[in-house]
C-alpha cells in the first residue's frame, strides 16, 4: 500500500518509495482502530483492580533481585539480606518516580501531535485513549510509591529542565522515539517482574496492568515513527538521530536516583561507581535496550553522530 507523504517529498526522502514498495507501512487509521478495541478489552481501572490495603509480605521483593542497580557487585555481596531488600524498595519508588515524569512529558508530545490531525479520526481517538491510561498510570505510581514508604525521586533539575526544551522543540519522529525509550527498557523490566513470585504481590499486580496496557502504546509509537522516519525531510530525520542520542543519555543517567543509595545507608560515591563499573548491570540495560535499539536501526535511527550518542548512553554496545 502506497502511503501518501506528510511532509516530504519524493527527492527530499529517496528511501521512501523504497520502503512503501516493501510494504513496511501500516495504514494508520487500521492500525488505530485495532488498538482501539484492543483498549476495550484490556483496560483497566488500578482502583479498583489492586487491593491496595493488603500489607505488604515480609521478605518479598519490591524488584527482582537481579534487576536492582547493585546486584553482584563487591559491595551487593557484603550488604545483608535486609539491605538488599530496602534498597530494591527504594529503587523500585525511583523506577516509579522516573515513569510518572516520562508519562507527563509523553501526554504532553501526544497533545502536540493531534494538535493539526482531523480530531474525528481513529488516530487521535486513539491517541487521547493513551493518554487516559497515561493518566491512570501515573496516580498508579504514585500510590504505589506512597503505599511503600519511599520518598518521591525526581530527576535532577538540569534533565528535568532539558525536558521542558524537549517538549517545546521537539518534532513529531523525535517525540515518538522518546516515547518508546521512556517505555521499551521499563517495559522489558516489567515483563519479568509480573510473574516473578518473590516479587510483592502489590509489584507484580501494578506491572502487570502496565505491561498490558503499554503493548498498545509501543505499537501506536512504533507504527507512527516509522511512518514518520520514511516521510520526513532529511534535516528532520538527522534531528531525530541526535535528539535521541541525547535523549538516551539522560535516561541512562537519571534511570535510578543516586539518594537511594544513601537512603539505605551506602556511601553513594562509592555505590555508583560500582554500578558503573558492573558487567551485570551494562548487560541488564543493554538487554533491555536491544529490542528498541534494533527497531531505531532497522528505520535508520541509529546513525551517524546520534550512535555515538547512544553508545556513550552505555545502551548500545560499541
Known amino acids: 500500500m502506497t502511503i501518501t507523504p506528510d511532509t516530504a517529498t519524493t527527492e527530499e526522502n529517496p528511501n521512501r518509495p523504497l520502503r512503501d ?13 485495532r488498538l482501539l478495541e ?17 500489607e505488604f509480605e515480609e521478605g518479598k521483593w519490591f524488584w527482582p533481585p537481579e534487576l536492582v542497580s547493585l546486584y553482584d557487585t563487591p559491595l551487593w555481596k557484603r550488604m545483608p539480606e535486609e ?19 516520562f508519562e507527563v512529558i509523553l501526554m504532553q508530545l501526544l497533545v502536540r501531535h493531534i494538535y493539526d490531525k482531523p480530531l474525528t479520526s ?25 503505599k511503600s514508604g519511599a520518598p518521591t525521586y525526581p530527576v535532577s533539575r538540569i534533565h528535568h529542565n532539558l525536558a521542558r526544551l524537549l517538549k ?5 519522529p523525535g517525540s515518538f522515539t522518546a516515547t518508546l525509550l521512556g517505555e521499551e527498557i521499563l517495559d522489558w523490566m516489567q515483563r519479568l517482574t509480573f510473574p516473578d513470585e518473590r516479587v510483592q504481590p502489590l509489584i507484580r499486580g501494578v506491572t502487570r496492568i502496565h505491561v498490558v ?3 498498545r502504546h509501543v505499537r501506536y509509537a512504533r507504527e507512527e515513527l516509522r511512518r514518520q522516519m520514511v516521510n520526513c525531510p532529511r534535516w528532520e530525520a538527522e534531528f531525530t538521530r541526535i535528539s535521541s ?21 551506602l556511601d553513594k560515591r562509592e555505590a555508583m561507581a560500582q554500578v558503573k563499573a558492573s558487567g551485570h548491570r551494562r548487560d541488564v540495560m543493554q538487554t533491555g ?25 552505555g545502551l548500545l554496545p560499541r
Not at 534498597?87 to 523500585?92: G, I, M, P, Y
Not at 517545546?168 to 513529531?172: F, G, K, L, N, P
Not at 542520542?245 to 537511594?260: H, L, Q, T
Request: proline share 2%.
Open 168 to 172: 517545546t522543540v521537539s518534532t513529531t
Open 38 to 54: 484492543s483498549s476495550k478489552k484490556h483496560s483497566f481501572d488500578p482502583e479498583t483492580e489492586l487491593d491496595w490495603d493488603a
Open 213 to 215: 496496557e503499554e503493548a
Open 289 to 313: 535496550a536491544r529490542r528498541l535499539t534494533d527497531f531505531l536501526d532497522e528505520i535508520g535511527v541509529m546513525r551517524g553522530i546520534g550512535r555515538k550518542l547512544w553508545v556513550s548512553s
Open 245 to 265: 542520542g541525547e535523549a538516551a543519555r539522560v535516561f541512562s543517567i537519571s534511570f535510578i536516583n543516586p539518594e537511594v543509595y544513601t537512603n539505605v545507608g
Open 83 to 101: 539491605q538488599r531488600l530496602d534498597l530494591a524498595r527504594h529503587e523500585a519508588a525511583s523506577l516509579a518516580s522516573l515513569g510518572i515524569w
Open 21 to 33: 514498495a516493501l510494504g513496511l507501512l501500516k495504514d494508520r487509521e487500521r492500525v488505530a482502530e
Open 122 to 146: 481513529s488516530h487521535v481517538r486513539y491517541a487521547l485513549t493513551e493518554i487516559e491510561d497515561e493518566c491512570r498510570h501515573s496516580k498508579m505510581f504514585a500510590r504505589m510509591i506512597t
